[in-house]
């Protein structure tokens, strides 16, 4: 089966903010960011595979937008943009390599606005920003959902890790992309065109090139979305982790001025981007995905032009000298004037034999689209007793199928919102069972069963289940940071919490006491779920990001007083 991962429902009114016509006035503003060319029938003014592309205002004639053709489907035209048009995308934001060709049909002028005015003109004028921005994000749900994403077409097993890992990074980063599932018709007839074996699994295809067990590192390198700043180029602010605290404090920083990136080991959106539903968040009371949420968030620090990399693994901080430096998996060293840790906490699993066998094959960290898609309507089963399970189960049983709530504590309450109590208990598709362990799991390749036990010495029971969703709590991410006080779970202590043995003498210097926020280190600070003492909710995580970044500014201020 082929399908289009992360397919965003088209709404009504899509199509009109994805080409809107621009008036006189509004045209006449963009060409004074750019410059005038002539074009003819068959001239291009983007190609697939470009590394960068111009902001393209059509003045006078027509430019077809094509899909290159690929090893299973001829060129195809995708959208036309006349006079009173522009020719761009979301990539203009993100930097993603084209994977789109604007190609003349007819004669005129166009204007083109390049890459550093462009970034101009967003900071400049709030009206064309807004219009911009909401095109851009029209035409790339309407893109996911159209013959544009056969211009990158992976290739892999539905029940494999590996395979999830990509689609997942694909989805976090709205990709126009298509899936092929190895087992599906559609998916082996494209294997054989491609010449491709199980053993090449996963592989991603676009028009210029075939990727071979390819990582989601290895499709944003490819891509253009890995970290690209020359290492000559020092940043104001560092943020290490996509999370909803990483990404507030990308947008506040980079909207006031700083020199943001931000830089996170999986995609943006952290554990968050694992919720199917955030019905608690202020301004939400219909609830959102934390996909939906880490989206929306993502395109706001990227309009405000600040850079996010991501798969981009951060593996030391260098406190010691006169410059922090982030040093990166690849080798590449940031030098920032301030960082953020925003790295969150990576998920806790079960001391159960066979765990790892089942991880992405049955056992998943997350309920969304993807897994959902994957467990069908089989039976379910969700462990862990705070929000986020109750989330999950909710939402797997939404999709059919039959979803037992596996609860190590005697009280559903003590950890969740009683609002989510209430309608798991009355949810007939929910079964809920406390003071209840998985203590087993069973399948061949995939997962197909688990057992579960009724207290410490309870009787042991069977049952078929498709999917294990775990959502027991994370560990922090700091086994990357050295030279930063933690407390004793590891978690990173900030201003109040400081030990008098965690301030050295680079603080008797400073003649200051650590700003909010701020670690053990001047300059560092930690904010969200990595936190000691953190609340490890969205809103709260979202708050400490953004509060992060008035103690950035006052750090940094003080050091030229």
């Known amino acids: 089966m082929a399908n289009v991962d992360g397919h965003a429902p088209i709404d009504p009114q899509l199509s009109q903010?994805?080409?809107?016509?621009?008036?006189?006035?509004?045209?006449?503003?963009?060409?004074?960011?750019?410059?005038?060319?002539?074009?003819?029938?068959?001239?291009?003014?983007?190609?697939?595979?470009?590394?960068?592309?111009?902001?393209?205002?059509?003045?006078?004639?027509?430019?077809?937008?094509?899909?290159?053709?690929?090893?299973?489907?001829?060129?195809?035209?995708?959208?036309?943009?006349?006079?009173?048009?522009?020719?761009?995308?979301?990539?203009?934001?993100?930097?993603?390599?084209?994977?789109?060709?604007?190609?003349?049909?007819?004669?005129?002028r166009v204007w083109r606005i390049s890459p550093e005015r462009f970034r101009r003109?967003?900071?400049?004028?709030?009206?064309?920003?807004?219009?911009?921005?909401?095109?851009?994000?029209?035409?790339?749900?309407?893109?996911?959902?159209?013959?544009?994403?056969?211009?990158?077409?992976?290739?892999?097993?539905?029940m494999s890790a590996t395979s999830l890992a990509l689609r997942t990074y694909a989805a976090r980063q709205q990709l126009p992309h298509m899936w092929f599932d190895s087992d599906s018709t559609a998916g082996q007839a494209l294997m054989t065109t491609a010449e491709l074996t199980t053993q090449d699994l996963p592989a991603v295809l676009t028009p210029e090139t075939m990727l071979r067990r390819v990582t989601p590192g290895e499709l944003a390198e490819h891509l253009g979305l890995s970290?690209?700043?020359?290492?000559?180029?020092?940043?104001?602010?560092?943020?290490?982790?996509?999370?909803?605290?990483?990404?507030?404090?990308a947008v506040y920083g980079s909207s006031e001025g700083l020199a943001t990136v931000l830089l996170d080991a999986v995609g943006t959106g952290g554990q968050a981007a694992a919720s199917s539903r955030i019905e608690n968040y202020l301004g939400f009371p219909s609830g959102i995905s934390g996909g939906e949420l880490a989206g929306k968030a993502s395109l706001q620090a990227l309009k405000f032009g600040a850079e996010l990399s991501s798969p981009c693994e951060v593996v030391g901080l260098d406190t010691a000298g006169d410059q922090l430096r982030v040093a990166l998996s690849d080798g590449t060293d940031i030098v920032s004037r301030a960082v953020i840790i925003a790295s969150g906490a990576s998920y806790r699993s079960l001391p159960i034999?066979?765990?790892?066998?089942?991880?992405?094959?049955?056992?998943?960290?997350a309920a969304t689209e993807l897994e959902a898609?994957?467990?069908?309507?089989?039976?379910?089963?969700?462990?862990?007793?705070?929000?986020?399970?109750?989330?999950?189960?909710?939402?797997?049983?939404?999709?059919?199928?039959?979803?037992?709530?596996?609860?190590?504590?005697?009280?559903?309450?003590?950890?969740?919102?009683?609002?989510?109590?209430?309608?798991?208990?009355?949810?007939?598709?929910?079964?809920?069972?406390v003071a209840t362990e998985v203590i087993g799991l069973d399948g061949e390749s995939t997962l197909e069963q688990v057992t579960l036990r009724t207290r410490a010495d309870g009787p042991h029971e069977a049952q078929l289940c498709r999917g294990l969703f775990c959502f027991i709590g994370a560990a922090p991410?700091?086994?990357w940071l050295t030279g930063v006080a933690v407390d004793e779970d590891g978690f990173v202590r900030t201003d109040s919490q400081l030990l008098p043995q965690d301030l050295g003498p680079a603080w008797?210097?400073?003649?200051?006491?650590?700003?909010?926020?701020?670690?053990?280190?001047?300059?560092?600070?930690?904010?969200?779920?990595?936190?000691s003492g953190s609340m490890k909710r969205v809103a709260a995580a979202v708050g400490e990001g953004a509060s992060s970044v008035r103690s950035v500014h006052q750090a940094i201020g003080a050091r030229h007083v």
């Open 121 to 158: 003109l967003m900071a400049e004028d709030p009206e064309l920003s807004d219009l911009l921005l909401r095109a851009f994000l029209a035409r790339r749900n309407l893109l996911r959902g159209s013959e544009a994403a056969r211009s990158l077409e992976i290739i892999g097993n539905g």
């Open 17 to 108: 903010q994805a080409a809107p016509e621009l008036t006189p006035a509004q045209l006449s503003r963009l060409q004074g960011y750019g410059r005038p060319m002539d074009v003819e029938v068959g001239d291009t003014v983007l190609r697939s595979g470009d590394a960068a592309y111009d902001l393209v205002v059509v003045e006078r004639g027509a430019v077809d937008i094509v899909r290159a053709a690929t090893r299973d489907a001829p060129e195809e035209v995708i959208t036309r943009h006349g006079a009173g048009r522009f020719v761009g995308e979301l990539n203009l934001l993100t930097g993603q390599t084209t994977y789109l060709t604007g190609r003349v049909v007819e004669a005129g």
């Open 227 to 249: 970290y690209h700043r020359s290492a000559d180029q020092p940043v104001d602010l560092t943020v290490i982790g996509g999370g909803p605290a990483g990404l507030a404090a």
């Open 353 to 365: 034999d066979r765990w790892s066998d089942f991880v992405g094959a049955g056992i998943y960290y």
């Open 508 to 531: 008797t210097a400073l003649g200051r006491a650590p700003l909010p926020f701020e670690t053990s280190v001047p300059g560092v600070f930690a904010a969200g779920d990595v936190r």
């Open 373 to 433: 898609r994957a467990c069908g309507e089989d039976p379910v089963t969700v462990v862990g007793g705070a929000n986020s399970a109750g989330q999950a189960a909710l939402y797997l049983a939404a999709r059919g199928s039959q979803v037992t709530v596996a609860v190590r504590g005697a009280d559903l309450t003590a950890g969740m919102s009683t609002y989510l109590v209430d309608r798991l208990i009355a949810h007939p598709g929910i079964t809920v069972r």
């Open 477 to 479: 991410a700091t086994s």
